[in-house]
């Protein structure tokens, strides 16, 4: 449990320092405020939300708690398990994924409106093989309490969070607010390219992404954890430093460095839909770049000698830069622009007719030879670019994102 720096008086003590040890369950830091003495980022809430946000951790509490129960369980066991819960065909995929998947699959399908419930998956658990998941709620609510506040996701933690990796090297991530956007490109935008398009409108929902591109430092320290799929190159990349984005790795690496963060950690960590990494880079805008018309090398690591719209040529460094080097966008996320092309989840498609509306990953249809790719040096918020999933290419490298894996 985390110590607090401060006591809160009178009878709230036991309140705070259950918020305090839920937020660490979610790896969220809390200091105190002095002025209200009350934990940071609490201080303006009554007793009454402040205990409707203890539920919201109790309940992330136990969906890590239930993350890693099932991802332990043997197949055979688990297979089992959905057979009990009557999980309708289709919720979760029956193909030889990483387990983390589908337990991620599992649980999205109980919270969801027609699923069974956290609470059925628990007694599930205790009737067929005998694992007690605890109950994570350790008081009552206040007398005067009559209904609770309805509190975002985003609110019961911190906009910047971390994960510990170990030996000091931690995983930094950013809230992203639930939004509606326009993906891709319109007809007037300069160098685009037909596979940007149609433009569609998009509604994604909030989720964590990496606050920049998985480092060296974060990559070796993931890559020594015990393997899923298959063997991981601890340091891959051509240009070395650990704060440098890691390169030179594929999308089946990419993969499986996100299913040993996922058991690590015990919550789902994926690669981001490419509608979800289209909608962080661009932060609410809609210009060709999050910075606006044009970019410059003051703002970016891309080769400065090619200019667009009005730009003017800069420095071409020849090399990646340490992550956080250029200023970050709206949402505070650094590198969408420049340094490394990102991999994400979705299979490559020629253009955007029948994408999902709702930020889900794409596996369906098109070339399911090719994975997606964004970012990189050619800069645009909308430009794609494709690889086969074993290409160890350079400049490529990766963004995790923290969300239900949905398709």
């Known amino acids: 449990m985390l110590r607090m720096q401060c006591e809160p008086p009178g009878k709230s003590v036991a309140l705070f320092h259950a918020i305090a040890h839920y937020s660490n369950l979610s790896t969220s830091a809390i200091a105190c405020d002095d002025k209200y003495r009350k934990p940071q980022g609490y201080s303006g809430y009554s007793e009454e939300e402040l205990f409707a946000t203890l539920a919201l951790m109790s309940d992330r509490a136990r969906r890590y708690q239930l993350f890693h129960l099932l991802s332990n369980l043997p197949p055979t066991q688990f297979e089992g398990l959905l057979f009990a819960l009557n999980l309708p065909a289709g919720n979760v995929s029956a193909s030889s994924a990483a387990q983390s998947y589908r337990v991620g699959e599992l649980l999205q399908w109980a919270e969801s409106p027609i699923g069974c419930g956290l609470p059925e998956v628990a007694i599930a658990l205790k009737d067929m093989f005998g694992i007690d ?3 994570f709620m350790p008081t009552e609510p206040p007398a005067s309490m009559t209904q609770t506040p309805e509190l975002k996701v985003e609110d019961a933690q ?3 969070w971390k994960e510990h990796l170990g030996n000091g090297v931690y995983l930094e991530m ?5 939004g509606r956007f326009w ?3 319109p007809d007037s935008e300069a160098e685009r390219s037909e596979d940007e398009g149609p433009v569609h409108s998009v509604t994604v929902p909030a989720l964590a992404m990496g606050q920049y591109p998985v480092t060296q430092a974060e990559w070796s320290e993931v890559a020594a954890l015990p393997k899923v799929n298959q063997d991981l190159k601890p340091f891959p990349s051509h240009f070395k430093g650990q704060r440098r984005p890691v390169e030179q790795v594929s999308w089946d690496e990419a993969v499986e460095f996100c299913d040993r963060l996922s058991r690590f950690a015990q919550r789902l960590y994926r690669l981001p839909s490419e509608a979800e990494w289209e909608y962080a880079c661009r932060a609410r805008t809609q210009t060709p770049f999050y910075f606006g018309e044009t970019l410059s090398t003051d703002q ?3 080769d400065g000698r090619d200019t ?3 730009g003017v040529k800069g420095e071409y460094r020849q090399q990646t830069t340490d992550v956080g080097s250029f200023p970050a966008n709206g949402f505070g996320l650094y590198d969408l622009h420049g ?3 990102e991999w994400c989840q979705d299979v490559w498609h020629s253009d955007y007719q029948g994408a999902p509306a709702d930020g889900s990953v794409w596996m369906t249809g098109g070339d399911q030879q090719w994975r997606v790719q964004r970012g990189g040096w ?3 918020s909308a430009l794609r670019l494709w690889d086969t999933p074993a290409n160890r290419a350079g400049g490529v490298g990766l963004r995790v994102v923290c969300a239900p894996f949905r398709t």
């Open 339 to 341: 340094n490394v092309w």
């Open 183 to 185: 993906m891709g490109s």
């Open 133 to 135: 998941v605890p109950d």
């Open 174 to 178: 950013v809230n992203i607010p639930a």
């Open 308 to 310: 667009y719209g009005k």
């Open 378 to 380: 050619n800069c645009r």
């Open 300 to 302: 970016a690591n891309y």
């Open 158 to 160: 911190p906009p910047e």
